[in-house]
């Protein structure tokens, strides 16, 4: 069992990156997925996280019409579509799992419930 984050990498302010989680050893349509960030010195945060289904969605207001979570069930892969970036965005982004029978639960704001984890990918902004 696997999750696999890539995609990060260092990009100038109001740059886009697009990150992907990828899973393998279990059937990601089962559950909610996030994603979340831990800057140097600080707390990990929940930045954005969908429903199994991909019918809901959550966004920190810090990242809302900037950042788009979607999924693609049948690749077993979720994605984070980053853009008009900004420094605060630099941190390490993880993706993580949650299982669910309810296909519109967006996952819970507490990392302790989520199943899996991804092992990280660096995103740096350059300001």
């Known amino acids: 069992v696997q999750l696999q984050a890539s995609g990060g990498g260092l990009v100038q302010a109001g740059g886009s990156l697009r990150l992907s989680c990828a899973a393998s050893?279990?059937?990601?349509?089962?559950?909610?997925i996030g994603w979340f960030r831990q800057a140097p010195g600080k707390e990990r945060e929940g930045v954005s996280s969908i429903s199994s289904s991909g019918g809901s969605t959550y966004y920190k207001d810090s990242v809302k019409g900037r950042f788009t979570i979607s999924r693609d069930n049948a690749k077993n892969t979720v994605y984070l579509q980053m853009n008009s970036l900004k420094p605060e965005d630099t941190a390490v982004y993880y993706c993580?799992?949650?299982?669910?029978?309810?296909?519109?639960?967006?996952?819970?704001?507490?990392?302790?419930?989520?199943?899996?984890w991804g092992q990280g990918t660096q995103v740096t902004v350059s300001s």
């Open positions: 050893g279990f059937t990601m349509g089962y559950y909610a």
């Open positions: 993580a799992a949650e299982v669910t029978t309810h296909q519109y639960y967006v996952g819970s704001r507490d990392e302790d419930e989520y199943d899996y």
